[in-house]
Nanobody, 122 residues
Framework: QVQLVESGGGLVQAGGSLSLSCAPS????????MGWYRQTPGKQRELVAV???????NYADSVKGRFTISRDNAKNTVYLQMNTLKPEDTAVYYC????????????????WGQGTQVTVSS
């Protein structure tokens, strides 16, 4: 069973930086779009940033110019560099990936990480 394993996150003061990374455990065939989402209590999970297999990116307006999503296709890893963090960035951040596990799979499947807490103090 493939799982998305996240690392990074933690506590930082406003204006600081944090970096998140995420990669699937186990063997996979292809890794399509990958992204980061975040969620705070009582609110819906929202898109932070997404990157396609070709490297095209899209960001939420609230993080544009501060966050950078990137990927290393050789390592099947997606990164989220978060700079100039604000208290409103505090949330649980989830990794998301569209994965085709084997060459015999006719369709890909979306997987989610377990979430990692990012807390920005004022």
């Amino acid at each position: 069973q493939v799982q998305l394993v996240e690392s990074g996150g933690g506590l930082v003061q406003a204006g600081g930086s944090l970096s998140l990374s995420c990669a699937p455990s186990g063997s996979i065939f292809t890794l399509n779009a990958m992204g980061w989402y975040r969620q705070t209590p009582g609110k819906q999970r929202e898109l932070v940033a997404v990157i396609t297999s070709g490297g095209s990116t899209n960001y939420a307006d609230s993080v544009k110019g501060r966050f950078t999503i990137s990927r290393d296709n050789a390592k099947n890893t997606v990164y989220l560099q978060m700079n100039t963090l604000k208290p409103e960035d505090t949330a649980v951040y989830y990794c998301n990936a569209d994965i085709r596990i084997t060459r015999w799979d006719r369709r890909s499947t979306v997987y989610w990480g377990q979430g990692t807490q990012v807390t920005v103090s004022s």
